[in-house]
């Protein structure tokens, strides 16, 4: 326990350092030593804003023991920080959530679930999609992902929570693509009142940017996604990350 003490101060005051690289080797190493049972000891100390830290910069190139081995609760408490960042593409928490909900042997409805259950949850995954906003819409309506069908009418709020309970247009298996669509397909027939709770947070984050709002109509978490939600969508650039007091999590 000691050593595991030790480990975690190192692996905090490499992240606080910027070495991500390093404080991901030094958790690696504890795991090729004592096992991955130890490594997951020392994830379930370390402050959420560390893990994420460490599972934000995931490389395609080369496995991550700790996207391997973070369990739901902890992932779901690392992924409502992921906002901090103020990264208006999400392009790290799109992979980031890909990697480890999708990882071999995972239940990616067990992960879906602990989100879910947090506050901000829903606000996260939304975030997730902000790119594919009009697709998912799409897909509420219609049960597919034909992209001739993006552009129809959205379901009003209404007839979306009475949409719930429709039965799957097109099966899990063709849509296995281990990244938006199979997340989609999952949140809305396996995680139904998820899927619903996160689109209309999509919803409200359009909604307010094409209602011009200006810095501090909205808290910040509203502030920090709604850019992109719509103009992305329209093709058109997205404007700067607006400063912020908040401390960031890097």
Known sequence: MTNHLALITK???????????????????????????ALMVVLDQLAPKDILAVMREYDESKASVVNMLVTPEQFARAMVLEKQYKDLTHT?????????????????????TAIGDLEGGSEALANYFAEKWSRVEAFARTGTFDATEDYGPTLSDDELLASGYVQPRVDL??????????????????????FIE?????????????????????????????????????????????????????
């Open 92 to 112: 790290h928490l799109r992979s980031m959530v890909n990697a480890v909900i999708f990882r071999d042997g995972a239940d990616p409805v067990e992960f879906l």
């Open 198 to 250: 996160t689109l209309l947070v999509l919803r409200a984050k359009a909604r307010a940017f094409d209602m011009g709002l200006e810095e501090g109509d909205e808290p910040a978490e509203e502030d920090d996604g709604k850019f992109e939600t719509s103009e992305t969508d329209r093709g058109k650039a997205t404007p700067a990350a607006r400063a912020s007091d908040e401390e960031s999590a890097i």
């Open 11 to 37: 692996t905090t005051s490499l992240i606080a350092a910027g070495d991500i690289v390093g404080a991901e080797s030094a958790l690696a190493e504890l795991a090729d030593t004592d096992g991955d049972n």
């Open 173 to 194: 298996d063709e849509v296995a693509d281990r990244d938006w669509m199979q997340m989609a397909w999952l949140l809305r027939y396996e995680c139904r009142d998820l």
